[in-house]
C-alpha cells in the first residue's frame, strides 16, 4: 500500500526555520503532483504548495518569498522549506500526491504539527 511519512514539524518562534519532508512509500506513478495543504483550527484546508514531476511550482500569496518546496523524485520525497515564519502559519501540514494519469488516485500523510509563537 502507498504510505507517505512526514517528518519535521514542531514549534519555532516567530522569523524561524523549519524544514518538512514527505516520503512517499509504496509504488507511484512517476507523472505526478506532490503537493502542501494546511489546515488551522477553526479553518478549511487551504493549499499551500505544489511540485510537478517535471519541476513546475505554484505557490499560495501567503506564503510567496518565505516557502519553497522541492521534490527529489529518485527518492520520491517531497520537501518544503519554511522560512520567516509566522503565528499565521499555525496549522496542521498535509502532504498530498496526486495522479491524474490513465487513473485518478489521491494519497495524504497523516498530518504534521507547525506551531509558531508570536
Known amino acids: 500500500q502507498v504510505q507517505l511519512v512526514e517528518s519535521g514539524g514542531g514549534l519555532v518562534q516567530a522569523g524561524g526555520s523549519l524544514r518538512l519532508s514527505c516520503a512517499a512509500r509504496?509504488?507511484?506513478?512517476?507523472?505526478?503532483?506532490m503537493g502542501w495543504y494546511r489546515q488551522a483550527p477553526g479553518k478549511q484546508r487551504e493549499l499551500v504548495a505544489t511540485?510537478?514531476?517535471?519541476?513546475?511550482?505554484y505557490y499560495a500569496d501567503s506564503v510567496k518569498g518565505r516557502f519553497t518546496i522541492s521534490r527529489d523524485n529518485a527518492r520520491n520525497t517531497a520537501y518544503l522549506q519554511m522560512n520567516s515564519l509566522k503565528p499565521e502559519d499555525t496549522a496542521v501540514y498535509y502532504c498530498?500526491?496526486?495522479?491524474?494519469?490513465?487513473?485518478?488516485?489521491?494519497?495524504w500523510g497523516q498530518g504534521t504539527q507547525v506551531t509558531v509563537s508570536s
Open positions: 498530498n500526491v496526486a495522479i491524474r494519469v490513465v487513473t485518478s488516485e489521491d494519497y
Open positions: 509504496g509504488s507511484i506513478f512517476r507523472l505526478n503532483v
Open positions: 511540485i510537478t514531476s517535471g519541476g513546475s511550482t
